[in-house]
């Protein structure tokens, strides 16, 4: 069964630091994705990376795959207060489903 | 341009009302569509998922179902619903391939007092 864990859960950092969020998942899959979702909002696609080796930068965000570690990250670098949001990391489900395995999400704050 | 609808934006039923949830796509043929369910302050979980008109795939065992009577409609529903029924429920779609990422609705908020 594939699984998708993030971590940390909760981030509370200050304006201008640099951080990581990172996503582990537990079978094969060469596509994942991150979203952001805003209170009370839906989810917004940020980024898709789809083969090892895989770096996307929008701004101050800059997600990476890494299909052999099975691991993602996605980078923050010099926090606003902007990017306060939870984050999600999803990976899709290769066996033959149709499914998109989402992980806990990561609440970061970002304090002025 | 491809853009996902969803009504109502906000719903509060007594427990053992039935429930209808709706979700359309436009500008795209033939889409993978899920519904998945939001708790406050937690994860996604995904409900249903359809890859063609009358094809529904159940994760969760429970009150809920759902049905795709037309290529960009999803519908769920309920017969009874039940206090734990209460969330943000989100539809998305995504091209067939999965090689693309999923596009949300704006959501569903559901209270059952």
């Known amino acids: 069964e594939l699984k998708v864990e993030q971590n940390p859960l909760f981030l509370s950092m200050q304006e201008g630091k640099n951080y990581t969020i990172y996503c582990n998942y537990s079978?094969?899959?060469?596509?994942l994705y991150w979203y952001r979702q805003d209170p009370g909002k839906s989810l917004e696609s940020l980024f898709v990376?789809?083969?090892?080796?895989a770096v996307k930068q929008e701004g101050r965000l800059m997600a990476s795959l890494d299909t052999k570690a099975r691991l993602s990250t996605l980078h923050i670098t010099a926090a606003v207060h902007d990017l306060s949001a939870t984050y999600f990391c999803?990976?899709?489900?290769?066996?033959?489903?149709?499914?998109?395995?989402f992980g806990t999400g990561t609440r970061l704050k970002v304090l002025a | 341009s491809q853009t996902i609808h969803q009504w109502p934006a906000t719903l509060v039923q007594p427990v053992g009302s039935p429930l209808s949830l709706e979700c359309t796509v436009e500008g795209t043929s033939n889409p993978n569509l899920y519904w998945y369910r939001q708790a406050a302050g937690r994860g996604l979980q995904l409900l249903f998922y359809?890859?063609?008109?009358?094809?529904i795939s159940s994760e969760v065992p429970q009150n809920l179902s759902a049905s795709r009577p037309q290529d960009r409609q999803f519908i769920l529903s309920s017969k009874k619903l039940l206090l734990s029924d209460s969330g943000f429920y989100l539809c998305?779609?995504?091209?067939?391939?999965?090689?693309?990422?999923?596009?949300f609705g704006p959501g569903t908020r559901l209270t059952v007092l």
């Open positions: 079978t094969t899959s060469d596509r």
């Open positions: 359809s890859v063609g008109i009358g094809q």
């Open positions: 990376l789809l083969s090892n080796g």
């Open positions: 998305a779609w995504s091209v067939v391939s999965v090689r693309d990422t999923q596009y």
């Open positions: 999803a990976v899709a489900d290769v066996s033959g489903t149709y499914k998109y395995i």
